[in-house]
């Protein structure tokens, strides 16, 4: 089997940008859509803060522009989800299919342990794609509660970003779940535009940092359901009320939206094992806002004292960019940019291997 140049990997924002800049240099990417073809913004009814759209465009809209835009230079997008992967020589080993009797929800519902069990079922066969390099863009997933009418109402009133919905929420009364930054973040951006904002916190005291527990503490729109657990959200065509357990006792309150901040998981199960992961399991790069990405960047530093190939991962040949690499900012405007950034180092680095 001939190796593919670049194999890319997810579909959000950053993978079809890599995809984009890959396919205009002639690399002949092929990209894999994962199973949710599009990522978080299919998820997004208005992206309104990504530049170049002054009216806003619809999340799923953006999404087949980004592409057809793949398309038309030249990237083979294949729907398909990456099941396994082999990055300890080259050309990389990747699988996309799965044994006998095991479904593709193993890898959204399923433990560690189950992955890793179907994993290596998987690799007992051949792969199904060998590839010289590959850019990993396969984002992050929003943790949710799993209480009643939370998937139901998703995008009619529950939300999991402030920063991309906080404006349709003019004169509401929305509720925003966690006591971590996130929740921090999402609360104080409500409070530009919603009526009262109350935080839902299952303990007695914040995790996130004491400047931003300040200044929610001091906003006079904001109240705090102290050891509070949000049990139900009920509505009709969208939110309307929800139960919160508070102190024990369960207690309904009128809402017009809910905003689930209790913290987002990087989707790197799959790369476990074979590339260096942070101690929250984003995937470490060079350029990585965490320790580890640190002691990377120092050790690539070239003879002019920068670093090489910013977005590499562990692995020589494998680059990663997105939200699957962002621990701070996963915005659909980032996570382009990144895919942007991956590309370009893909592409620098098969050069210099030829
Ligand atoms: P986080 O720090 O993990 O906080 C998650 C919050 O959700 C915690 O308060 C947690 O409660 C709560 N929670 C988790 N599971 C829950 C459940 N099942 N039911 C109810 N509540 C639940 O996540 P994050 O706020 O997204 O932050 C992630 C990282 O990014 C952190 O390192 C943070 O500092 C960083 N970050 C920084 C900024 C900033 O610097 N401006 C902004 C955003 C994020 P407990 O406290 O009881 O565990």
Not at 13 to 37: C, D, N
Not at 197 to 206: C, E
Request: charged share 25%; proline share 3%; hydrophobic share 40%.
């Amino acid at each position: 089997m001939k190796a593919e140049k670049l194999v890319i990997i997810g579909s959000g924002p950053a993978g079809y940008t890599a995809a984009i800049y890959a396919s205009r240099a002639q690399l002949k990417p092929v990209l894999f859509t994962g199973m949710e073809s599009g990522g978080q913004l299919m998820y997004t009814t208005d992206l309104e803060n990504f530049p170049g759209f002054p009216e806003g465009v619809i999340g799923p809209k953006f999404m087949m522009s980004l592409r057809a835009q793949a398309t038309r230079f030249g990237t083979e997008i294949r729907d398909a989800h990456v099941t396994a992967v082999d990055f300890s020589q080259r050309p990389f080993k990747l699988w996309t299919h799965l044994p006998a009797g095991v479904g593709m929800d193993i890898f959204k519902q399923g433990s560690q342990e189950e992955i890793d069990g179907a994993v290596t079922k998987i690799k007992a066969d051949e792969p199904d794609v060998l590839a010289d390099s590959v850019i990993i863009n396969t984002g992050a997933t929003s943790i949710m509660l799993g209480v009643p009418g939370e998937k139901e109402f998703f995008g009619r009133g529950v939300s999991t970003c402030a920063v991309c919905d906080a404006a349709f929420y003019k004169d509401k009364n929305v509720f925003v779940i966690g006591g971590g930054d996130s929740a921090m973040e999402d609360t104080l951006a409500l409070t530009k535009f919603a009526t009262k904002v109350t935080v839902v916190h299952r303990r007695d005291s914040f995790r996130a940092s004491k400047i931003m527990v300040d200044r929610v503490l001091k906003n006079d729109k904001v109240e705090v359901l102290w050891n509070s657990q949000l049990k139900k959200i009920i509505g009709e065509y969208g939110v309307q009320k929800i139960v919160v357990e508070v102190d024990g006792k369960d207690q309904e309150f009128k809402a017009d939206g809910v905003f689930l901040a209790i913290g987002h998981r990087p989707v790197t199960s799959l790369f476990r094992g074979q590339i260096e992961l942070d101690d929250h399991g984003y995937i470490v790069t060079r350029q990585s806002l965490s320790k580890k990405g640190l002691v990377q960047a120092q050790a690539a530093l070239n003879e002019k004292d920068l670093v090489a190939y910013p977005t590499m991962t562990s692995i020589a040949g494998v680059f990663a960019g997105g939200d699957v690499v962002d621990v701070r900012y996963k915005q659909a405007i980032t996570a382009a940019g990144m895919g942007c950034a991956a590309a370009l180092d893909a592409e620098r680095w098969l050069e210099n291997q030829e």
